[in-house]
């Protein structure tokens, strides 16, 4: 019997949306389940690899270095790495900051308006979280491509889980993703 | 006595009539040529260089260039849809383009020339991510010029249409942007009613007809279902307007 293929997923500066649209794939599912396992992701909870993937799928971009970090054991450790969703292609919503701070500071200016200048904020310690266990915020939101080399990129937000489903298909039979003109929405 | 004579697109025979660009006989024969600064009713301009096609090999706008007898035309072969691809890439990259977010999603023509050149790998460009003005004075009108793509179909529909001249560029270069021809559109004579605020002329989601957002459900929007051009297609007989992307050319 042929081994399973195996797929590892993360969500780096994403919102899960991706991930509940891979869910979304109805009863493929359980083909997909006879033909893979699931090796590092949030659907399994495994933190780390256990061995090496043959694909790895991506959602959202790096918005810190737990996400740099993360992206680049991903590259390192699956031989197909696969960005899906916006965030992961173009930054999404969160890249929303990187044109919103164009200041002298942009990530303070950032900061301050999340925890302590906007009016709509209540934190009487007036203290903007720096405690050691929380990940470098970059000084903007860079796409997978701009980090690692990317293999595929799979539009939309998130995009259906029958594109999500036609994709690890095509891909766990060898055959390269699919890139029809009715699997291509950027919403 | 007729005047009409023949050139050739893509190895086919087009009959042109005097006076015609070669978009124009094209779009009577029902062949489709890209286009995004172009729309019917307005002088075209020749900005966007989206309509790219080779005329005897060398490149040219085909909204503005004039149908010859004769001339070879290269419209949809892998090198002049790639050339078109990096241009409609590019805007991407210039302005801050968030689909899911956007009212014009579904109904831009940006977006949906994307999906039709059949943009989704990564590019080498990076995004520039600029930070441009958002005029949101006026009752029933408000710029978002982050998402302008400079096409100046307002400038034209408003000075030629509506003789307002509302619009106009300002700025050079990277620069460049949209800007109003008064301290901001409340202040300028602009009115919802002119042909220039209809959903015609921008085709993207940088003029915003307030209150009106998001009309259409997905699956019934302008481009949901249909590619950007389909309407030009339909009227050449053996044409089927279903375009599939070839993956190689894309991710090479
Ligand atoms: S692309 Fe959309 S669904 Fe996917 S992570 Fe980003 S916001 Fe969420
Ligand atoms: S204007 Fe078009 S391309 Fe730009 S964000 Fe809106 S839908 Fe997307
Ligand atoms: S506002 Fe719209 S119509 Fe005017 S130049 Fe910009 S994109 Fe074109
Ligand atoms: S459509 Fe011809 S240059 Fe824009």
């Known amino acids: 019997m042929k081994r399973k293929k195996r797929i590892a997923t993360v969500s780096l500066a994403g919102c899960f949306g991706c991930h509940m649209s891979l869910l979304d794939m109805d009863e493929h599912i359980l083909e997909l389940m006879e033909l893979a396992e699931f090796d590092r992701s949030p659907l399994t909870d495994f933190k780390t690899f256990s061995r090496r993937c043959d694909i790895g799928v991506i959602e959202g971009g790096c918005c810190n270095e737990e996400n740099v970090h993360t992206l680049q054991e991903f590259r390192k450790h699956c031989d197909v790495l696969v960005a899906v969703g916006q965030c992961a292609i173009m930054g999404g919503l969160p890249v929303m900051r990187n044109a919103i701070m164009h200041s002298e500071d942009p990530l303070?200016?950032?900061?301050?308006?999340?925890?302590?200048?906007?009016?709509?904020?209540?934190?009487?310690?007036?203290?903007?979280?720096?405690?050691?266990?929380?990940?470098?915020?970059?000084d903007k939101v860079y796409t997978c491509a701009e980090v690692v080399k990317i293999d595929y990129q799979i539009p939309g937000c998130p995009p259906t889980g029958e594109v999500l489903w036609a994709t690890l298909a095509a891909l766990i039979k060898g055959e390269p993703a699919p890139q029809e003109y009715h699997m291509i929405k950027y919403d | 006595?007729?005047?009409?004579?023949?050139?050739?697109?893509?190895?086919?025979?087009?009959?042109a009539k005097p006076g015609q660009t070669i978009m124009d006989a094209c779009d009577d024969a029902g062949v489709y040529i890209p286009r995004l600064c172009d729309v019917e009713g307005l002088v075209p301009q020749g900005s966007c260089r989206v309509c790219t096609v080779k005329v005897n090999g060398r490149t040219?706008?085909?909204?503005t260039q004039p149908a010859e007898p004769g001339v070879t035309v290269e419209n949809d072969t892998p090198q002049v849809q790639g050339y078109r691809r990096d241009l409609v890439r590019m805007?991407?990259?210039?302005?801050?383009?968030?689909?899911?977010?956007?009212?014009?999603?579904?109904?831009?023509?940006?977006?949906?020339?994307?999906?039709?050149?059949?943009?989704?790998?990564?590019?080498?460009?990076?995004?520039?991510?600029?930070?441009?003005?958002?005029?949101?004075?006026h009752p029933d009108i408000a710029l978002d010029t982050n998402r302008c793509i400079l096409c100046g179909r307002c400038i034209r529909a408003s000075r030629d249409v509506d003789g307002k001249n509302i619009f106009e560029?300002?700025?050079?270069?990277?620069?460049?942007?949209?800007?109003v021809n008064a301290e901001n559109l409340a202040a300028s004579?602009?009115?919802?009613?002119?042909?220039?605020?209809?959903?015609?002329?921008?085709?993207?989601?940088?003029?915003?007809?307030?209150r009106e957002g998001f009309f259409a459900p997905i699956g019934q929007r302008q481009f949901d279902n249909k590619p950007i051009g389909w309407e030009i297609e339909a009227r050449h007989k053996n044409r089927i307007a279903v375009h599939q992307i070839d993956p190689s050319e894309e991710q090479s």
Request: with cysteine; proline share 6%.
């Open chain 1, 108 to 138: 303070r200016e950032c900061l301050e308006e999340a925890y302590s200048s906007s009016a709509k904020v209540y934190n009487p310690s007036n203290q903007i979280p720096n405690d050691a266990a929380l990940p470098l915020l970059l």
């Open chain 2, 60 to 63: 040219a706008a085909a909204c």
């Open chain 2, 1 to 15: 006595m007729s005047t009409e004579f023949e050139f050739s697109v893509d190895g086919e025979t087009i009959v």
């Open chain 2, 91 to 137: 805007l991407f990259h210039e302005g801050n383009h968030l689909c899911p977010i956007c009212e014009a999603s579904g109904r831009c023509e940006l977006q949906a020339m994307a999906y039709r050149l059949g943009i989704s790998q990564d590019s080498l460009y990076p995004y520039l991510q600029p930070v441009r003005p958002v005029d949101a004075s």
């Open chain 2, 169 to 179: 560029y300002v700025g050079r270069g990277i620069h460049k942007r949209i800007g």
């Open chain 2, 189 to 210: 004579d602009a009115s919802i009613d002119d042909y220039a605020m209809s959903l015609e002329v921008c085709p993207v989601g940088c003029i915003i007809r307030k």
